[in-house]
């Protein structure tokens, strides 16, 4: 039983990490005002930018150095994620273009690109077969030497590649910055109230990018956690699901707070498979259980606009484009 | 002698082709409070707003300390220690006190505690009563005002304006804040103090500014001035305008007014104790300060606003019935049979739809009319040819969208629409802000029409010599309460000028 | 003078927006025409660099996906016709600024309703009963859909597009769960259902078999044009869309507005999935959408919602797709590459937007002393 339930939370957090990283990436930048749904699609492509130049990399040497395949990929995976969210802050900064439509054709597109190239990058280099990157994932995968040697503990809490740590890592580090720097104020000014910013001498554009920059690169991340790690360096189509709606609705579920992410993420984590520990679960109430964390994201929703709190609102400015008109 | 702390010499500012400043010299001395004095649209803010980056003047010179500056964004004011309190407050909400003051700061480390202590220090220095962790929107108008002063004073501001700071304040909190100036400019601050209201310029200032109209006239020493002199610069001299005013026929009590209560968002009393009677075939003219509560009758009148107490009496002249509008929505009070017009301040964002055409606007109000599903596009589309021909709209065709046309023309088109219903009260606010002397005549003349069709106009004004010339009667506002009823044939300038600026005494003060 | 902060860079530029110099309606659509000729050369060098192929024979395959044959061409028009439906279905919440990003699963949801019936009572009542009875539940299911948030929006403000998007999830494993007890095997996959009676099958016209969802979405087309152009409801779309103040002036009841168009937006949802399950597959999948919800707000967005013109950006993505895939089958790429071509269009278009409604200004010298 005990076995069962570690089992289970390995699992929980296995999953909560790709979620994890989607929706620090989405909290970063909402904290700007900026609703990015392209965010779904970012993260495939900061999976398939990873599989690409973790790829060539593997192809171009005899025995690839683990450090390198790591090294290699993540760097691309990153400005993947970059390209695509410049994409979205491009169109929605600087051409003033509508943030839902923007978002939702990003998606679109993202998603495109990770499945054509998931599809086609081995017959573009004239090779058969499917993506499996053996020595880039063995690389993500590696996990602390001694974990195993900690009994369950170390099997339920320290057993997973480095990736996953980083994502807690960088949650902690988001909170303090957005909670307790002078970069973060102003960050937070700008998503509620880009025009008193904008009078308190804060540069509202260059905020807007970076955030944006900076929260699509980290939930590329979690795409590429998803492909180097949870699938070991394997590429399937629309393998990666829905997961980047899930982190959307994480977001929210976590009231914008980057440490509630951690524990909603492995809640949701576990929701998304948790059927599968229900010993005796019929094939068709597992899909059911599989809609809790969107009905209970549309609670909290309904929850905090019916209690309308102040702390627990979006950002005010959330999907408003700001433009100075007059002074 | 020492160099003024802040000097203005000529200083010039147009929009297009409206002159707002027009060669204004100011000069306010360390330690000392100044007046700016002055009816709407004479000014005041918009020099203002030149002197804290906001504006840059076309004409003019500025000195700090008796040194030429050039201010060109709200930092270079700040670099040279000038703070502005806006009359919008620009603070996030779920910010605390203490972040709101250290946004957008560079100049040092990010260290709320820190912050917090300064905060205190400043506080005590000038007796505020301040939690500087406490959250913007728990706090009360007159806290949100203190958390601006002290954000100016944390950036260490030696010339402070003051935008109309007690126009939201009670009178117990204004004399709090009075307090505390007299402490700035004891502390060789300087004060630039905007206000209407004539006792606190006598209370608090040491020299008072006049503008009439973007234009200087003058500055006195508070001490060798009285109320009507500075009335009397305000208003300046009676500029006869020759607006044709019939005398009433058979007036009627069309709208009863009485005692009406109502406490906006914000908590603030916005109309006290309000009670006057508008008659048919006469035109009321409501006069007063902006934001003295004209806003919230109209709409409280129109079906728009929640009223705490008090009644709206309609006297139907079909049915001779007699109905309270009180709480009742604008489609309540068709339903009664109410022939309502309303003229709304604003044309574009309430009056009209910018994005639609002008036939389209025309049947705003009628479109339900009928049981069909659909619409009826053929009367509104000949009451729009009949508008823009009889009120002269120039546009390129009935059919673009109403944005597109010069303000003058959308006033019309709005008051061409709400005339056509053949109303029994007819309601305009500022119907001729912002429009040429040809319009404005045009306006008036409607008016006047639709007074000796027996119709009752309540006319919300700012220019008194309009209201004296084309007004029955003027109830003056102020602070929200009606502080007099005058007769505009035997009244003067003075006196309603007077009556604008007199200090609300809670209550009604009714002749 | 003895100010070092006298220089201060002024920018070269600054940027208004248009009001009332707004540019006349050929400028907006040339500029919008040049956006697309642009996004097109975009999309052939990222076509020909991947293919290396000739351009022309690129093109070639492109045209073909839609007009190469009778079959291409009547599954383009269907393609067409339900990504239309959907745009039309959502079109008149979006003029009411109302963010219906929920499509997607009202159409499940619609094609759920009828799937049920089509499986459970397929073969106890005539035919006809079957399909009106399948299309009620449809466009029941999709007013339920559509209904739930904008209840919530009425009574809280809560955030609808939000609010929308998750209830799209909820419908998939809605779906689903259908299969999972339908098809008990495990495979998930759900057959053609009464392949044999056809019961709940719209039957072909002329022979056509898409030709009765072609001929009900151009209905709908101008139905939608003449609702939102010429009756009193959508008028009060349009007060409310624009500007909520004024609908409050004139006294239009802004909940029950919302209330009402939502309803009608989740009912032609509804219709959408109706006509997916009874006049097209004839089987349910939770792609059987086929993410058309999200590319519903695209088209509606680019035409200004405009139904007719709708016609015309529906045209042009389902174009699109099947073109991309035809270069897909020929040039042995993954079909995705439409996804890609669809997403760099739409940034084009959207893009261009902005020299539409704003104007850049240079800064004339100001002549210093």
């Known amino acids: 039983m005990i076995a069962t339930i570690a089992s289970f939370i390995t699992a929980a957090i296995i999953q909560g990490i790709p979620l994890l990283y989607g929706s620090l990436g989405e909290i970063i930048t909402e904290k700007s005002g900026n609703l990015n749904l392209g965010i779904p699609g970012i993260m495939y492509v900061g999976g398939i930018s990873g599989i690409i130049g973790g790829y060539i990399y593997e192809k171009s040497v005899e025995a690839p150095n683990p450090i390198l395949c790591i090294i290699i990929s993540l760097a691309a995976s990153l400005a993947g994620s970059a390209l695509m969210s410049l994409i979205y802050a491009f169109l929605t900064q600087t051409l003033k273009a509508n943030q839902n439509v923007t978002g939702l054709a990003l998606t679109t597109f993202g998603v495109g690109i990770g499945n054509f190239f998931g599809g086609s990058l081995l017959k573009l280099f004239n090779e058969s077969g499917s993506i499996s990157l053996l020595e880039t994932g063995k690389a993500y995968k590696t996990v602390l030497p001694f974990a195993s040697k900690l009994g369950l503990f170390g099997e339920t809490f320290l057993s997973f590649g480095f990736l996953a740590y980083s994502a807690i890592i960088i949650a902690i580090i988001t909170s303090f910055i957005l909670n307790k720097t002078r970069t973060g104020l102003n960050l937070r000014a700008i998503g509620e109230n880009p025009a008193t910013a904008d009078a308190a001498g804060i540069n509202v554009n260059k905020y807007k990018y970076l955030s944006t920059v ?22 399937t189509n629309n393998g990666f699901g829905d997961r980047g709606w899930l982190a959307i609705a994480i977001v929210i579920f976590a009231l914008w707070k980057p440490k509630s992410a951690i524990f909603s993420s492995f809640i949701f984590g576990g929701l998304y498979i948790i059927c599968v520990y229900i010993p005796g679960l019929s094939s068709s109430a597992k899909e059911i259980i599989k809609m809790l964390p969107y009905i209970v994201t549309i609670l909290v929703l309904i929850f905090i606009s019916a209690k309308n709190k102040k702390e627990h609102q979006p950002p005010q400015s959330l999907g408003l484009t700001y433009f100075r008109e007059e002074r | 002698m020492e160099a003024p702390a802040i000097e203005l010499r000529n200083i010039s500012k ?67 220690r000038i703070g502005m309190i806006h009359q919008h407050f620009k603070l996030v909400d779920i910010f605390s006190a203490a ?16 912050s917090t202590a300064q905060i205190k220090k400043i506080s005590e220095q000038y007796g505020f009563d301040i939690d500087p962790s406490k959250k913007i929107y728990e706090m009360s108008v007159s806290e949100k005002q203190t958390v601006e002063i002290i954000k100016v004073l944390y950036r260490g501001a030696d010339i402070l304006i003051l935008d109309e700071p007690t126009a939201v304040l009670t009178p117990q909190e204004t004399e709090k804040l009075f307090a505390v100036l007299r402490r700035m400019k004891e502390d060789g601050k300087s004060i630039i103090i905007i206000t209407h209201k004539l006792h606190e310029v006598l209370s608090i200032s040491d020299k008072v500014a006049v503008l009439r109209k973007g234009e200087y006239i003058g500055t006195v020493n508070t001490a060798e001035t009285n109320e009507s002199e500075l009335t009397e610069m305000m208003v300046g001299k009676k500029i006869s305008l020759n607006i044709d005013r019939s005398e009433p026929v058979d007036p009627q009590d069309r709208l009863v007014i009485n005692k009406l209560n109502c406490i906006n968002s914000d908590g603030l009393k916005v109309l006290d104790n309000v009670s006057f009677t508008a008659k048919s075939g006469e035109i009321l003219g409501v006069a007063g300060i902006a934001g003295s509560g004209q806003k919230e009758l109209l709409e409280a009148i129109a079906g728009l606003q929640k009223l705490e107490s008090g009644e709206i009496i309609y006297n ?150 309009v209201l004296i010339e084309l007004c029955d009667k003027i109830v003056v506002m102020s ?12 009244s003067t300038k003075e006196e309603i000028g007077f009556l604008m600026t007199k200090k609300a005494e809670g209550g009604n003060s009714n002749e | 003078m003895n100010n070092p902060k006298e220089k201060i860079h002024e920018p070269l530029f600054h940027i208004v927006k248009r009001s009332k110099d707004a540019l006349p309606l050929w400028k907006s659509w040339l500029i919008r025409a040049i956006a697309i000729v642009f996004s097109l050369l975009v999309c052939s060098v990222i076509i020909v660099l991947l293919t290396n192929q000739n351009p022309l024979e690129v093109f070639g395959a492109l045209l073909k996906g839609s007009f190469g044959s009778e079959r291409k061409f009547w599954n383009m028009l269907q393609n067409l016709a339900m990504l239309l439906c959907i745009s039309l279905a959502i079109t008149p919440a979006f003029k009411m600024k109302f963010w219906n990003l929920g499509a997607e699963g009202q159409v499940l949801i619609g094609s759920l309703c009828s799937m049920v019936l089509m499986f459970t009572v397929g073969d106890k009542i005539p035919n006809l009963v079957l399909i009106l009875a399948m299309l009620a539940a449809s466009i029941l299911g999709g007013i339920i859909w559509g209904l739930i948030p904008a209840v919530f929006k009425a009574k809280w403000n809560t955030n609808e597009s939000l609010f929308t998007l998750m209830m799209n999830y909820i419908a998939i494993q809605l779906v689903s769960f259908a299969i999972m007890v339908w098809v008990p095997s495990g495979s998930s996959v759900m057959g053609l259902v009464n392949s044999s009676t056809k019961a709940g099958w719209i039957p072909d016209i002329f022979g056509q078999k898409y030709l009765f969802n072609i001929i009900v979405v151009a209905a709908l087309t101008v139905f939608m044009f003449v609702y ?117 269009i739409i940034f084009f278009i959207i893009g261009s937007e902005f020299f539409i409604n704003y104007q850049i200004k240079t800064k004339a010298k100001k002549e210093d002393k």
């Open chain 1, 214 to 235: 900076f929260g699509g690169m980290i939930a590329g991340l979690g795409g590429l956690y998803f492909v180097m790690d949870y699938t070991a360096g394997a590429w």
């Open chain 2, 14 to 80: 147009s929009f297009g082709y409206i002159t707002a400043n027009k060669n204004i010299n100011l000069t306010v001395n360390k330690g000392e409070i100044l007046s700016l004095l002055g009816e709407n649209g004479s000014g005041k803010t918009t020099l203002m707003n030149m002197i804290s980056g906001i504006y840059y003047p076309d004409a003019g010179q500025i000195f700090i300390d008796g040194k030429e500056v050039v201010i060109k964004t709200p930092k270079d004011a700040f670099d040279y």
């Open chain 2, 479 to 490: 602070s929200g309460s009606v502080s007099g009823i005058v007769d505009a044939r035997t």
């Open chain 2, 316 to 465: 139907n002249p079909k049915t001779n019935s007699s109905d309270n509008l009180r709480d009742k929505t604008p489609l309540q009070i068709r339903e009664l049979g109410v022939r309502l017009s309303f003229v709304p301040e604003d044309r574009l964002g309430m009056g009209l739809v910018g994005n639609m055409d002008i036939v389209d606007n025309m049947m705003l109000r009628s479109y339900k009319k009928g049981k069909s599903v659909f619409l009826e596009r053929k009367k509104p589309r000949t009451l729009a040819e009949k508008v823009v021909s009889d009120l002269e709209v120039s546009t390129p065709g009935i059919e673009t969208p109403v944005r597109r046309l010069s303000g003058g023309n959308v006033q019309k088109v709005l008051v061409g629409r709400e005339i056509a219903a053949a109303p029994t009260v007819l309601m305009a606010a500022y119907p001729v802000r912002g429009l040429d002397i040809n319009s404005s005549y045009l306006i008036y003349n409607l008016l006047n029409e639709q007074k000796e069709k027996g119709v009752a106009v309540i006319f919300v004004g700012e220019d008194l010599d």
């Open chain 3, 228 to 344: 939102l152009k010429s009756s009193k409801h959508g008028y009060e779309i349009s007060v409310v869309g624009e500007s909520e103040n004024t609908a409050k002036y004139i006294g239009i009841n802004v909940k029950k507005v919302i209330i009402r168009t939502m309803i009608l937006s989740g009912a032609i949802c509804g219709l959408a999935g109706f006509l997916l399950v009874a006049g097209t597959n004839h089987t349910i999948s939770k792609d059987l959408a086929g993410g058309n919800g999200f590319t519903a707000i695209m088209v509606s967005w680019l035409a200004k919602f405009n139904p007719f013109v709708m016609v015309i950006t529906s045209f042009l993505i389902a174009f699109l797709q099947r073109g991309a895939g035809e270069i897909a089958t020929n040039f042995n790429l993954n079909t995705s590459i439409a996804d890609i071509l669809t997403g760099i």
């Open chain 2, 99 to 114: 972040e709101n003051i250290v946004l957008g700061l560079r100049n040092e480390k990010f260290n709320i505690k820190q």
